[in-house]
């Protein structure tokens, strides 16, 4: 059985910093992205960031772009999220997905396969 399991997120301040991992288990995801979405109250998922397959390239929403990086460890099967000069609108539940391939349109949903069952994160003012 497939599982993706998300940790690390919490209750922080505005400009504060944490690390989300999310560890599969099941199958080995070495050649396949894996990305990071988010979703807030009232709003629909949207893409965070991704890396490929690989590890050779990584793309970011424009919102998150030099204060996020994703990262991935194919020995541990873990995908991780530094999320660093939080803000507010950064509070939402994020969840960690797995991809059907190594790259593909990575900021659709439709292109990944697993998915985790989120990590809420609350940034306070």
């Known amino acids: 059985q497939v599982q993706l399991v998300e940790s690390g997120g919490g209750l922080v301040q505005t400009g504060d910093s944490l690390r989300l991992s999310c560890a599969a288990s099941?199958?080995?995801?070495?050649?396949?992205?894996l990305g990071w979405f988010r979703q807030a109250p009232g709003k629909g998922r949207e893409f965070v960031a991704a890396?490929?397959?690989?590890?050779?390239?990584?793309d970011y929403t424009d919102s998150v772009k030099g204060r996020f990086a994703i990262s991935r460890d194919d020995i541990k099967n873990t995908v991780y999220l530094q999320m660093n000069s939080l803000k507010q609108e950064d509070t939402a539940v994020y969840y960690c997905?797995?991809?059907?391939?190594?790259?593909?349109?990575?900021?659709?949903?439709?292109?990944?396969?697993?998915w985790g069952q989120g990590t809420q994160v609350t940034v306070s003012s």
């Open positions: 099941g199958r080995t995801f070495s050649t396949v992205a």
């Open positions: 997905a797995a991809g059907r391939r190594s790259g593909g349109f990575l900021r659709r949903l439709t292109e990944y396969e697993y």
């Open positions: 890396i490929t397959g690989g590890g050779g390239n990584t």
